[in-house]
């Protein structure tokens, strides 16, 4: 009723082709944020993979993908809940900032040096206040570079060693690199200012027991059905579509789409033209042209 009084039948439109309408708005809309960082920063996703997860995530990815031309889409196990298995399971991290602003050049690499050391003290003592061990710990350097004049920077990945050889060339020409990759063009000719100096601490933890290989015992496909429901779907109209219970899924067989996978957590859809196997690690893998 909400869809039918509120948006079909001010549009002109039956049920079915509203709400069509208002999943296919809200995938532009996502496709267009997948593009704004990825495109916008330099990234052809043609090139990429894309992981799907949340709760809706999986619903949405085979458009998103077809949208984007993007040809393989990651399934985690329970991706529902594959944010809050990331927050208990990531690494710790802190990141330290200074202000510097300076032209890049050789009179700046002494303060860029004790710059860079009081940081790393900061950055150790709070590694060792965490009690993690020593040879988990990474301590890693950047800069916020720009043009003189710009008002934007871009943070550019910095070697410590390059800094004691007295190799800012190199960290020049990598911004001007980055600069060509991210806007599309690049000055080399002119002079870089450096803005911030980064420092990230990173103390490592085990994540041995957040994904495992799989084990299950090889069967028919058929094994998996839970049911057979009535799906709509651009290309065919109203389909009897299989649905699949994931955790009885055999691996490394493929189905083929349209189909419905359910979990717990989430549900996969494979939109026609598309085909879903389990990996031995337990994801589901979709690809288009099936």
Same mark, same amino acid.
């Given at each position: 009723e909400a869809i039918q009084q509120r948006v079909g039948d001010r549009l002109g439109l039956d049920t079915v082709a509203a709400a069509q309408g208002i999943v296919d708005?809200?995938?532009?809309?996502?496709?267009n944020a997948i593009r704004m960082i990825s495109v916008e920063r330099g990234y052809d996703p043609r090139s990429l993979t894309l992981v799907a997860f949340g709760g809706a995530g999986p619903v949405h990815a085979g458009r998103l993908a077809e949208e984007l031309d993007i040809?393989?889409?990651v399934v985690p196990p329970n991706p529902g809940v594959f944010s809050a298995v990331g927050l208990v399971s990531s690494d710790l991290k802190r990141d330290y900032v200074r202000t510097h602003? &300076? =032209?890049?050049?050789q009179d700046v690499l002494a303060p860029i040096r004790e710059g860079y050391r009081q940081m790393e003290r900061e950055a150790e003592d709070m590694l060792a206040r965490s009690g993690i061990d020593r040879e988990r710990w990474e301590v890693r350097h950047s800069m916020d570079l720009r043009l003189v004049h710009q008002a934007y920077e871009l943070t550019v990945p910095v070697d410590r060693a390059e800094l004691e050889a007295d190799a800012l060339s190199t960290i020049t020409e990598r911004f001007h690199g980055q600069h060509l990759a991210v806007y599309?063009?690049?000055a080399p000719g002119e002079a870089v200012q450096l803005v911030n100096l980064r420092v990230s601490a990173i103390g490592r933890l085990s994540r041995s027991y957040v994904v495992r290989p799989v084990t299950r015992p090889d069967g028919p496909l058929?094994?998996?059905? &839970? =049911?057979?429901?009535?799906v709509?779907?651009?290309?065919t109209g109203f389909i009897l579509c299989p649905v699949y219970d994931r955790t009885k899924l055999p691996v490394d067989v493929a189905i083929q789409g349209p189909a419905i996978v359910e979990?717990?957590?989430?549900?996969?859809?494979?939109y026609p033209g598309?085909?879903?196997?389990?990996?031995?690690?337990?994801?589901?893998?979709?690809r288009s042209g099936a």
């Open positions: 708005i809200v995938n532009a809309s996502m496709a040809a393989t889409v602003f &300076a =032209a890049l050049d599309g063009y690049n058929d094994g998996a059905v &839970a =049911a057979e429901r009535r709509f779907f651009k290309e979990e717990a957590s989430s549900t996969v859809v494979v598309q085909s879903a196997t389990v990996t031995g690690w337990d994801t589901i893998t979709l």
